[in-house]
């Protein structure tokens, strides 16, 4: 099946609430993961505290080639983020959502509070997506993000990548229109690759 990206997006205050924890950040997102999770009862979970979420959308597998294709680095080893807010915001970047702030960039969700949801917002929004796409399609082909080829055949044979398929660039348009909703409503957003 291989690996998705979900955005999903929160209202701010409610998020605030369990970051805010005697014992600091780290044991807010730890708190915010637990109920972020929907733990069962016996693990101490408390449905009334469980986090409404406002929207969801799902990069599939495009989530690799859309980072590269806003950071111009690839991802090398996944435990670390390329490049730098705002452009990795928009995949990678964020708060770690766990007690010691590390983990890898797989199964491990990612928060981005409104400030950092707004300027990845004014980041995509200052792009021109179609020039962007025609000057890094041959380093997208070069380095071969996640699961960039295979998007179909041409009539020789020869496989269709994200970028031919058009896949890319409508995921670059849902991901730039949940950032607008998300800054404009001042939401926090989390993102888990799965």
């Known amino acids: ?13 409610e998020v605030a609430a369990l970051l805010d924890h005697p014992h ?8 915010l993961r637990e109920t972020w999770d929907d733990l069962p009862i016996e693990l101490g979970y408390d449905p009334s505290g469980s986090l409404r979420k406002l929207e969801e959308v799902d990069t599939h597998r495009a989530w690799d080639a859309l980072h590269v294709l806003l950071t111009g680095l690839p991802n090398e080893d996944y435990d670390r983020v390329s490049g730098d807010p705002p452009a990795c915001d928009a995949v ?16 491990v969700p990612r928060l981005l509070r409104p400030a950092q949801v707004r300027a990845v917002d004014a980041f995509l ?29 041409l009539q020789s044979g020869e496989a269709w990548d994200m970028v031919e398929h058009g896949v890319l660039r409508k995921t670059f348009d ?10 404009a409503a001042g939401n926090t957003v989390i993102k888990e690759i799965v």
């Open 24 to 31: 600091g950040l780290h044991a807010g997102l730890g708190r």
């Open 125 to 153: 929004r200052s792009l021109d997506p179609d020039a962007l796409i025609r000057e890094r399609h041959a380093y997208l082909k070069e380095v071969q993000p996640y699961s960039f080829e295979g998007w179909g055949r």
């Open 92 to 107: 990678m970047g964020g708060l770690v959502m766990n007690e010691t702030g590390e983990g890898s960039l797989l199964h």
């Open 174 to 183: 849902t991901v730039r229109d949940f950032y607008a909703r998300a800054a």
């Open 1 to 13: 099946m291989g690996y998705w990206m979900w955005l999903t997006r929160y209202d701010d205050a």
